[in-house]
């Protein structure tokens, strides 16, 4: 069929996939770090109190001190590629590229910082993805991470005239292919260690004790996987929760306290996972693999490891590839 001279042009259809993890400031300096932390911390899902109550404390207080020391940590873990939770996320999208082909248009997005959901959607949108898988990075969902991905992703789509199809990925936290992947990924590490660890602790983001109570999964989510990765290992696994901010009462028990309980009981050599993390970031880099080992070591600690996220590794994004081609089914 010959199209009118005036009609405008459509890209070819495609399928596309988008990568979502939390986010990351564009530089480890006091100004980026600002900017970062004002749009994560004003984002209602992640902090829910009330705004008339919540802006005036963080603007006036949270965001003139807490950059400075956020930024310093991050100058710790920064490298030549930049920040790692970035340059991960972005080798998880190009590996599943490679192994998608042709069948598949990969992206990746930040749900906070750059680049943003709305952006990839759109340009997305404009390369002829008609269809579009939307995948947090968040094997156990939360309403302050896979929810307000989502959130963001619909609010783009309410500024577009012709959606595109939407799938979005569910929560893996129990599904056997990213089980067998932690199991895979911690067996390695633990053989390349030059010690034998006495107990082996992960250690999931923490999350205020009250979204549990308002009917968060979250915490169900941690504790099944840590269930059914004990399981799969044939041995005990220490479960704890880290990164608490501000007065609330936080899930227990915390990192650091656990870390310092193991020491001070007698155990002296600890090796560390965080299984909720895709990849790793400020919080698995700086505070697990270094100042857990400062802790641990205080409290009377000697050996201690941190084992790294799936990251972009083979086993890690065979672990993806399953996962996104499952949600995909129908579509290719």
């Given at each position: 069929?010959?199209?009118?001279?005036?009609?405008?042009?459509?890209?070819?259809?495609?399928?596309?996939?988008?990568?979502?993890?939390?986010?990351?400031?564009?530089?480890?300096?006091?100004?980026?770090?600002?900017?970062?932390?004002?749009?994560?911390?004003?984002?209602?899902?992640?902090?829910?109190?009330?705004?008339?109550?919540?802006?005036?404390?963080?603007?006036?207080?949270?965001?003139?001190?807490?950059?400075?020391?956020?930024?310093?940590?991050?100058?710790?873990?920064?490298?030549?590629?930049?920040?790692?939770?970035?340059?991960?996320?972005?080798?998880?999208?190009?590996?599943?590229?490679?192994?998608?082909?042709?069948?598949?248009?990969?992206?990746?997005?930040?749900?906070?910082?750059?680049?943003?959901?709305?952006?990839?959607?759109?340009?997305?949108?404009?390369?002829?993805?008609?269809?579009?898988?939307?995948?947090?990075?968040?094997?156990?969902?939360?309403?302050?991470?896979?929810?307000?991905?989502?959130?963001?992703?619909?609010?783009?789509?309410?500024?577009?005239?012709?959606?595109?199809?939407?799938?979005?990925?569910?929560?893996?936290?129990?599904?056997?292919?990213?089980?067998?992947?932690?199991?895979t990924s911690i067996e390695a590490s633990l053989a390349g260690l030059d010690f034998?660890?006495?107990?082996?602790?992960?250690?999931?983001?923490?999350?205020?004790?009250?979204?549990?109570?308002?009917?968060?999964?979250?915490?169900?989510?941690?504790?099944?996987?840590?269930?059914?990765?004990?399981?799969?290992?044939?041995?005990?696994?220490?479960?704890?929760?880290?990164?608490?901010?501000?007065?609330?009462?936080?899930?227990?028990?915390?990192?650091?306290?656990?870390?310092?309980?193991?020491?001070?009981?007698?155990?002296?050599?600890?090796?560390?996972?965080?299984?909720?993390?895709?990849?790793?970031?400020?919080?698995?880099?700086?505070?697990?693999?270094?100042?857990?080992?400062?802790?641990?070591?205080?409290?009377?600690?000697?050996?201690?490891?941190?084992?790294?996220?799936?990251?972009?590794?083979?086993?890690?994004?065979?672990?993806?590839?399953?996962?996104?081609?499952?949600?995909?089914?129908?579509?290719?």
């Amino acid at each position: 069929m010959t199209l009118p001279i005036d009609h405008p042009q459509v890209a070819t259809p495609k399928i596309g996939v988008l990568l979502v993890n939390l986010g990351t400031p564009d530089a480890p300096t006091t100004s980026a770090v600002k900017r970062y932390l004002k749009q994560f911390l004003s984002d209602r899902r992640v902090v829910e109190i009330p705004p008339i109550i919540w802006q005036p404390i963080l603007r006036g207080i949270i965001l003139n001190t807490r950059p400075q020391k956020s930024a310093k940590a991050y100058a710790k873990v920064w490298t030549d590629k930049g920040s790692p939770l970035a340059f991960f996320t972005a080798g998880q999208a190009e590996a599943l590229q490679a192994r998608m082909g042709d069948s598949a248009d990969v992206r990746y997005a930040m749900r906070y910082g750059n680049p943003s959901v709305a952006d990839q959607l759109s340009a997305m949108k404009t390369a002829g993805c008609n269809r579009i898988l939307i995948a947090p990075m968040y094997p156990q969902y939360s309403g302050a991470t896979t929810g307000t991905v989502l959130d963001e992703a619909y609010a783009a789509l309410t500024a577009m005239r012709w959606h595109p199809a939407i799938r979005t990925l569910p929560a893996y936290h129990d599904d056997r292919a990213y089980i067998g992947a932690l199991k895979t990924s911690i067996e390695a590490s633990l053989a390349g260690l030059d010690f034998e660890p006495e107990a082996i602790v992960i250690s999931f983001h923490g999350m205020p004790e009250r979204t549990l109570h308002l009917g968060d999964p979250y915490h169900c989510h941690c504790q099944k996987t840590a269930r059914l990765l004990s399981e799969a290992m044939g041995r005990e696994l220490v479960v704890s929760f880290q990164s608490r901010f501000g007065r609330a009462k936080w899930l227990e028990p915390a990192t650091d306290d656990t870390l310092m309980r193991l020491a001070r009981e007698g155990t002296k050599k600890v090796a560390i996972f965080a299984p909720g993390f895709s990849v790793d970031c400020l919080e698995t880099l700086e505070e697990l693999a270094m100042q857990g080992h400062e802790q641990f070591e205080e409290a009377g600690g000697t050996h201690y490891a941190y084992m790294p996220c799936l990251n972009d590794s083979n086993v890690g994004m065979d672990m993806v590839e399953r996962i996104v081609r499952r949600e995909l089914a129908g579509w290719i």
